[in-house]
């Protein structure tokens, strides 16, 4: 399993713990450091089953200096997937990739059902 984040980030912080404390054993990745490649949001995207619009971090500064809220509806699955792949900042964090499940965010709620 991979548990992609943005270290300074508190929800991040919060799931990294959360995975700890319930033996939950994971690869680190900075998404900064490492941002997803546009064939791993593809495949990642595809295999989750979730609107391509929960991989990205919606209330994040960039997301809303890019005005992406107006420009997502009208941009194809392919310019939203290229977008994605070119600034870690833009994806939902954490992000966590595992053979059978792929969960953006931290819903404890969640990840208490996927992850056991």
Known sequence: MIFIEYPKCSTCKKAKKWLDDHGVEYADRHIVDENPSYEELKNWYQKSGLPLKKF????????KEMNLKDK??????????????????????????ADDVILTGFKEADWGVLLK
């Open 72 to 97: 997502l509806p009208g941009m194809s699955e392919e310019e939203m997937l290229q977008l994605l792949s070119t600034n870690g900042m833009l994806v939902k964090r954490p992000l966590v990739v």
């Open 56 to 63: 990205f971090n919606t209330s994040g500064l960039l997301y």
